[in-house]
């Protein structure tokens, strides 16, 4: 009960406030409003002049300046409705000065980061280049003494061996693609080849399963009895072609094959033929295209990929992306 009425007379003793407040400055406003028709009403005539207008100005600053400032009584609401307006205007301000800087912001932390990417290839290109200053005051060094069929038979020998040691880095990454097809890539191809998900969107296929098919969902069907064996080779055969012991015309019929070995078939022949191609092209982009004869999963894939890219004026031609051109450049 007395916290009910403590709140009572304090709504009540803030309104008597409010009230005499407002009536006060509607009374400063007669006064105001007064003195300026009074002026209104003297009809005094402005100073031509510039010294005149200018001692006019003196005047009215010096009247202002030495007269009594108007200041509420002290029980008055004003000045805390002036801070509350100027803490409302100031967090605005800061609002919209936030949300203006925001975009700046974004764009600065995205140019650092470039920035830093540029810095830390920087740093790698200079050590490259230190290394390579070594090794190159290293040969001279060694190479004083020498004489220059020495020189040449000594840089031959690196030569070699440079050789040797990228063929052999060459023939391991082929047995590990090689190996990457047969183990995983192939069926995930057979599947995309046969109807169903691209490659990716199923990984835990068997080859076995390929025989059933796929619906119009791109799922795989359950099968029902035994697989005909002779439709399912002759599907294969439509998609990947016949196998070469079909094409000799000597009579002699390959060994049956299933879709996976089919399509891993195809795709170290395609991956084989766009390495040549690159290899043969000597750094020229429009020979090192490979027309293809019909669209593959194999094809998409490594679009996909971003491994290859089309031709430009043509869809039937791919090319391997040569992703040391630009240091080569």
Avoid at 62 to 89: I, M
Avoid at 123 to 136: C, D, T
Avoid at 218 to 226: A, M, Q, R, S, T
């Amino acid at each position: 009960m007395d916290d009910r009425s403590r709140n009572s007379s304090e709504a009540q003793a803030h309104a008597t406030n409010i009230d005499h407040t407002l009536k006060e400055l509607q009374r400063k406003v007669r006064e105001y409003e007064a003195q300026l028709n009074e002026l209104r009403s003297a009809e005094l005539e402005a100073p031509s002049t510039a010294a005149g207008q200018a001692q006019l100005l003196k005047a009215a600053f010096d009247e202002v300046t030495n007269s009594e400032p108007f200041l509420p009584f002290p029980g008055s609401v004003l000045p805390a409705l002036l801070a509350l307006r100027k803490t409302h205007q100031t967090i605005q301000e800061s609002k919209a000065f936030l949300a203006s800087q925001t975009e700046s912001t974004e764009r600065e932390q995205r140019q650092l980061k470039q920035d830093e990417a540029a810095l830390k290839d920087h740093q790698l290109l200079n050590e490259a280049l230190k290394q390579r200053i070594e090794s190159l005051r290293t040969e001279v060094e060694s190479g004083t003494n020498t004489q220059p069929e020495e020189e040449a038979r000594k840089r031959i020998e690196e030569l070699r061996r440079k050789k040797q040691g990228y063929n052999k880095e060459t023939s391991k990454l082929m047995k590990a693609l090689n190996r990457f097809i047969d183990d995983h890539l192939a069926v995930m191809l057979a599947a995309e080849a046969l109807g169903g998900p691209v490659v990716g969107d199923l990984m835990d296929i068997d080859a076995q399963d390929l025989a059933a098919g796929f619906n119009a969902q791109g799922k795989l069907k359950k099968p029902k009895g035994e697989i005909n064996k002779d439709k399912s080779q002759r599907r294969i055969d439509e998609i990947w072609g016949p196998s070469d012991g079909d094409e000799g015309g000597s009579g002699k019929k390959a060994k049956p094959r299933d879709a996976a070995s089919a399509a891993g078939t195809e795709m170290r022949q395609l991956t084989e033929e766009l390495l040549n191609r690159l290899v043969e092209a000597k750094g020229s982009s429009s020979d090192a295209y490979v027309k293809l004869p019909h669209e593959t999963a194999a094809a998409r894939f490594l679009i996909r990929s971003k491994v290859a890219q089309f031709h430009p004026r043509d869809a039937t031609k791919i090319r391997l992306v040569d992703f040391g051109r630009e240091l080569d450049d």
